[in-house]
């Protein structure tokens, strides 16, 4: 087998090496270029000596499927050949393992060092599994998880100033695969792998009036200590002023943490922490940004209040549920003056059932009273045709519990809504997402034998968490697919359209989102709406037929511009893209997007940016904080009321931090997304780093949310003749609840990186 000499070469020039560790960067080899590839699978490939001169170059910054290979799936091998100075070792701080830093590979990989085995992912794969089974077993995939094996320095594999050959196998189970992006490098370690400073568990905390924080630090090493400082600066975003500075140095023994707080009163602007580590030892530093919460709604009143949407569907003879939304001291009484016919009033709780047969709109005074005063408003109620007059608003369990969803998380999440006040700020329904089903592998009978559906043994009472729901006054919704299985791969509704609305009716059901997910391998065109109307249609004459209202989401992830058709089967809203998470990029794309789909909103059907990611979500057993940061948090929020946005929770709602308390129950934001016109606010600025959102309201005034998309403060200047609108309007800023008197000239804001000035404007 002859070597080629010529990649070598180009990689040992491409080599670079800093000769001093405290100021230049740590020594490293790139392993960014060189790279072969072959789309078959065999373990000669591991092998040095292995003849590579006929595969294909690849670069690993993109899939192979970008790559000439487009629809190429299962395994492929990577292979490169590369000398390890021994240079590499002398110049290092820590000079006792070798790290070979291998990006991120989509799904699976083993590692092969001349010939030999050093790494597999196989992280989480049940004990007992090999390679091969591990790969196949569908379960988990690590397509994000940047790779990094380590070896001791003196392992005999690594042949030190000579050539070694690195082969990659992976196994890709579909979509795109490969080895596609980081930072490809053999190094030495450096010493901030093995500290870590974590503060994005330890949220700041409310402590006599303070927001608390602590971080802790930790020596992940077995042998080194680890010395060094952390200076801490917080500042505000809005004057640059610092608002603490602190200094900590710390020793850590191997394998050993340690944390520290700092306190700082409760911030009413934006602000945000900077941690810098500098080493002692090695010189290196390390930077983390935070941002730190902020309170901007006023705190509630003790008198009563009546808050929530004040327009309210249902259609004649259905069951009607409506909870009277009131903050202020309790006990409080409720009275509701002209009740229609057929509805009852529980004075004590506020909730309102029964069933009106008479079509009609209906106007009820409702009167909420405590020892401190009373509260009265208008609820105008239409018994008709149309229902969700008004963006739903409630909590799904996936962005949470993800297919970890059980019973007692869903009755925790409504005793939550109860508890928490968030109730009386007028958030409803409480969904279940996917994973209540019987698992589509599982030998379990799925339905049974006269085909009704089945819940795994998560739910074991399903019918009795409904009536549960609706005695705290709230709504309970449900999930399925019209394909045979859901996305999580449990049973759905395909074939069973009828029954399982009949089920779920049965169970008290007022809310069903419908999710495409396997019902796309039926399809010839996942885009057309000709194949994509049908199976909706058919879900909804089903519900139609039952003895109560549920409210009709799809979900098809924006497919066949469903906002154009949506209602046309039915549908109360609709989902406009593809599943968000908490990051800002992704919030961003799919939020500052939805103009296109903006007309078709209105009363009983709406436009579905997807659920809101404050909070602590995850998508499973293990949940953090939001990444967002507490701007784009307001940002979120602000967002999606100007969109009439419907908005649903995703976060633990028995892990309610006072921050999102507070973003969550500024009933003058919701009323913007719960405007009675239904209208979407549309992009009316868009600038760089700014974007201006109006949305008109039904009292002829406008909301207007001017967002600085950029990551530095901005200052911004609004000219209302630019959005249409007159000289001398009254001006609210509604996150503060507070007038900032008239618009003449120009309206002058400062905000935050990535943060939201909301305003209402009226005559
Ligand atoms: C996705 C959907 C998510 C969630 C998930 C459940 O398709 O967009 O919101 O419902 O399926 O498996």
Redesign the pocket.
């Known amino acids: 087998m002859r070597k080629t000499y010529w990649g070598t070469a180009v990689l040992l020039a491409a080599l670079f090496f800093s000769c001093n560790r405290r100021s230049g960067p740590a020594p490293q080899i790139p392993l960014q270029d060189g790279w072969k590839f072959k789309p078959t699978d065999n373990l000669e490939f591991a092998r040095p000596d292995f003849d590579d001169r006929g595969w294909t170059n690849i670069g690993v910054d993109k899939t192979w499927n970008k790559q000439g290979f487009p629809k190429y799936e299962g395994f492929g091998w990577y292979r490169i050949k590369v000398i390890i100075p021994s240079s590499l070792k002398k110049k290092a701080y820590l000079q006792d393992s070798v790290i070979f830093h291998l990006g991120r590979i989509d799904d699976f990989d083993q590692v092969f060092l001349n010939g030999e085995l050093i790494g597999e992912n196989l992280k989480n794969m049940p004990p007992g599994s090999k390679p091969n089974d591990a790969y196949k077993n569908l379960k988990y995939s690590f397509w994000d998880v940047p790779r990094r094996y380590s070896l001791p320095a003196d392992d005999p594999r690594i042949r030190w100033d000579r050539e070694n050959v690195i082969a990659v196998r992976v196994f890709d189970w579909g979509v795109a695969g490969g080895i596609y992006s980081g930072d490809l490098r053999i190094a030495m370690p450096e010493e901030r792998e093995y500290f870590s400073l974590r503060f994005d568990r330890h949220i700041f905390q409310e402590k006599n009036g303070q927001w608390q924080k602590t971080l802790k630090i930790k020596n992940k090493a077995e042998k080194y200590s680890i010395e060094g400082r952390i200076r801490i600066l917080v500042k505000n975003n809005i004057s640059g002023k610092a608002i603490y500075q602190g200094d900590e140095s710390f020793q850590l023994q191997p394998g050993t943490a340690h944390s520290f707080r700092y306190s700082l009163p409760k911030q009413q602007q934006s602000a945000s922490a900077q941690y810098t580590v500098l080493f002692e030892n090695s010189g290196d530093t390390l930077t983390f940004t935070e941002g730190v919460p902020y309170i901007l709604t006023p705190p509630e009143k003790e008198r009563p209040q009546i808050n929530g949407a004040l327009v309210y569907g249902q259609r004649p003879g259905k069951p009607f549920l409506y909870r009277i939304a009131a903050t202020g001291r309790r006990p409080m009484s409720f009275l509701a003056v002209n009740l229609p016919e057929g509805l009852m009033l529980d004075t004590e709780t506020g909730i309102i059932t029964g069933k009106v047969n008479k079509r009609g709109v209906y106007k009820i005074r409702l009167i909420a009273e405590n020892e401190l005063g009373k509260d009265e408003k208008t609820l105008t109620v239409k018994i008709g045709d149309t229902i969700a007059l008004t963006p739903p608003m409630g909590w799904n369990s ?1 962005n949470c519990w993800g ?1 970890s969803v059980t019973q007692e998380r869903v009755y925790a999440a409504a005793k939550s809504f109860v508890e928490s006040g968030l109730a009386d700020h007028g958030w409803t329904y409480i969904n279940i ?3 209540w089903e019987i698992y589509g592998k599982s030998q379990e009978a799925k339905r049974t034998p006269d085909g009704e559906i089945r819940t795994n043994e998560k739910f074991p009472e399903m019918k009795k968490l409904g009536k549960d729901i609706h005695a705290l006054g709230l709504k309970f919704g449900i ?1 399925s697919s019209p394909g045979p299985l ?3 791969g449990y049973t759905a509704s395909y074939g069973y359209e009828e029954r399982d609305a009949h089920t779920f009716a049965d169970w008290g059901i007022d809310y069903l ?1 419908y ?3 396997t019902y796309r391998d039926l399809m010839t065109d996942q885009n057309d709406p000709k194949e994509l109307m049908p199976p909706y249609k058919k879900m909804q004459k089903a519900l139609a037929k039952q003895n109560r209202d549920i409210v009709y989401s799809l ?1 098809e ?1 924006g497919n066949g511009k469903v906002w154009e058709w949506g209602a046309k089967v039915g549908g109360n809203l609709w ?1 406009t893209t ?2 968000i998470w908490d990051d800002w990029d992704r919030m961003f794309f799919i939020g500052f997007n939805q103009e296109e789909a903006a007309p078709y909103a209105g009363p009983g059907h709406w436009n579905d940016p ?2 809101l990611i404050v909070g602590w979500v995850g998508w499973g057993e293990h949940l953090h904080p939001t990444n967002l940061t507490p701007d784009e948090q307001y940002t979120h929020v602000s967002l999606w009321a100007l969109l009439a946005a419907p908005l649903l929770l995703g976060n633990d709602l028995t892990r309610l931090d006072d921050f999102t308390l507070n973003l969550l129950t500024n009933d003058e934001v919701l009323a913007v997304d719960q405007d009675p016109l239904g209208r979407q606010g549309i992009p009316v600025i868009k600038e760089k780093n700014i974007h201006v959102y109006k949305k008109e309201l039904s009292d002829g005034s406008a909301a207007v949310g001017i967002f600085n998309t950029g990551r530095a403060t901005q200052e911004y200047t609004l000219y209302p003749e630019k959005i249409g609108i007159r000289r001398g309007v009254k001006v609210r800023d509604l996150w503060r609840q507070k007038d900032l008197g008239r618009l003449d000239r120009e309206f002058k804001t400062v905000i935050p990186p990535h943060g939201v000035t909301l305003i209402k404007v009226s005559e």
Do not use: P
Request: include cysteine.
């Open positions: 996936w297919l997402d996917d994973g999930y859901t996305c999580g989102k999710d495409l997910c979900c992830y989902r593809g599943d997807d659920m």
